[in-house]
């Protein structure tokens, strides 16, 4: 944010999200591998910190949706996945941004934690006995969802 030309043209940018000039969209992945989806811990803030999330990110001036989810999954897990459909409903955040998921589907590479404490493959059943105080608020009206698609055929 300290780099941003538009900090210096508006005083609020580097406070406020919402008028920073950037795009207001987050993307986060539902990697799905057959009956299991991938689901990591976040590090910061500290009130997210050891919470489980889509891993993803804020989507940059001129990327698609597609194109942030594939650099997200590259920079935070270290492999390259296809983004697929749209999975649930976009989630207002509370600080002016909109997070979308999408399914996505691995194509080559091992998934690690390299920016988050943890990750770990879910099945439908553990994502059910997740405690919801476990997981990032914005995400977990998600989970219904990634259960259904876990389920499917
Ligand atoms: N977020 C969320 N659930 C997710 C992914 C993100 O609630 N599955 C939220 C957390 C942040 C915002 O979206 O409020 C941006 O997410 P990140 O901090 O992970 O994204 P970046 O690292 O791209 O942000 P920045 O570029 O601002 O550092």
Redesign the pocket.
Known sequence: AAANPESAANPEAAANPESDGRPRD?V?AAVIDRDRVLLAQRAHPAA?AGKW??????VEAGETHAQALVR?IREELGAEVEAGDGIGTPVA?P?G?T?HAYRARLRSGTPAALEHLEMRWFTAAELRALDAEDV?P??RGWIPDLCRALEET
């Open positions: 987050v986060a997210l999330e889509l891993p993803g990110g804020r997200e955040l600080n941004l997070l990032v914005a995400d």
